[in-house]
């Protein structure tokens, strides 16, 4: 699963994991803010635009915190004008590349050296 980050306020970038301990998220795909912690009774706010076609509105993942700073609930705010709570993809080319660096690092070309 997958929640807008309240940095960023790109779409689908915080991932997140529900179990039997509760919710567990990992931080930003794209900023690396962490969500798992916050002031005590805490509230943050995401928002992305909608995903339907034409729409002009926007939907928000809201974060709740208990008393103790944890993150304890995770809301999706459906689109007020189509309650849709699709967020819109993001355009390509958007986002930085993730391409992993070479294994040399730049200017390290190898050279050919006689053996002997």
Do not use: W
């Amino acid at each position: 699963m997958a929640a807008i980050c309240p940095n960023c306020h790109l779409p689908e970038m915080i991932t997140y994991v529900v179990n039997d301990d509760g919710l567990h998220p990992f931080p930003c795909l794209e900023c690396n803010t962490g969500t798992v912690r916050c002031t005590p009774y805490g509230h943050l706010s995401g928002a992305a635009p909608c995903g339907t076609d034409g729409c002009r509105g926007s939907v928000r993942d809201d974060y709740q915190y208990d008393p103790k700073g944890r993150l304890s609930r995770l809301d999706r705010v459906r689109c007020r004008l189509c309650a849709t709570d699709r967020t819109a993809a993001l355009p390509a080319g958007s986002a930085p590349e993730r391409a992993l660096p070479g294994p040399r690092p730049p200017g390290s070309a190898i050279r050919s050296r006689p053996h002997g």
